[in-house]
């Protein structure tokens, strides 16, 4: 059987141009050719590699910046976010951590007191009488900061029950290719070309990380074409939301056709 590749990379070149639905800095390409790259004989098609950027954040609205504040100087319930963006370190987010509290209502950041033990690599949280810490919420910071979700209550200091982590939160890429012919996946059509795991990851991914993927012969999915007529192709990065991942020019593909 043949071998035959096709490598795209995100920015035009002299075969093709590349336009962007999303904006520049999202991952959503179109490759727009100028002569036909496919062949009759084509049948299968496959991702083989794909080099892309990590810039998704590790603290985001809608996933893990929230939790519940309690003051019993005022008897009310605070929720408490925290900006959405890449967080260096711990010790930025517990400084984020106290403003937002202090925003919420001044002296609550002494009441409700977050602190970041390196050599534990755990959170504590001191808590005067009366005041609660509620993580059971739905977009919930408990996992990064490792703490169960649940409240917190009582004049007492309570350690997070597991080691916190500045990365808990990791997306698996989902790659979209416009010439899968759409199959079913958990009863919905889609033209899924490939997965790229990073939740099982064991490495530490940070803000501009390079993300390699290469599958093997074994691993590799090979999705039927929908035209050997192949003149314009769409890819799309998304995540477990359907929500297109941020990216850049820095992206590039490698498709494998099958005969």
Not at 236 to 257: A, D, Q
Request: charged share 20%; proline share 2%.
């Amino acid at each position: 059987m043949s071998r035959n590749f096709l490598i795209l990379k995100a920015y035009s070149s002299d075969n093709f141009s590349v336009n962007y639905p999303n904006g520049e800095n999202m991952g959503d390409y179109i490759f727009n050719f100028k002569f036909n790259v496919g062949s009759p004989t084509f049948k299968k098609i496959g991702l083989r590699y794909c080099m892309i950027p990590y810039l998704w954040y590790n603290i985001q609205s809608n996933i893990n910046n929230h939790f519940r504040a309690y003051s019993a100087a005022t008897s009310q319930w605070f929720d408490i976010y925290l900006t959405e963006k890449n967080y260096d370190n711990f010790d930025d987010i517990i400084s984020e951590i106290h403003t937002q509290l202090e925003n919420a209502e001044a002296g609550l950041s002494t009441d409700i007191d977050f602190v970041f033990h390196e050599d534990l690599l755990k959170i504590s949280i001191t808590l005067n009488a009366g005041y609660r810490v509620n993580f059971n919420v739905f977009d919930s910071i408990s996992n990064v900061l490792g703490f169960k979700k649940q409240i917190y209550n009582g004049a007492n200091t309570f350690y997070g029950e597991r080691n916190c982590d500045i990365n808990e939160y990791k997306y698996n890429v989902y790659v979209y290719c416009s010439l899968i012919k759409p199959c079913l996946i958990n009863t919905y059509s889609s033209d899924l070309i490939s997965l790229i795991p990073l939740t099982n990851n064991s490495r530490i991914f940070y803000f501009g990380d390079m993300i390699y993927y290469e599958c093997t012969q074994q691993q590799i999915l090979k999705r039927d074409l929908l035209t050997n007529e192949i003149t314009s192709i769409r890819i799309t990065l998304r995540n477990m939301y359907g929500e297109v991942l941020p990216s850049n020019k820095s992206s590039i593909f490698i498709l494998e056709f099958f005969e």
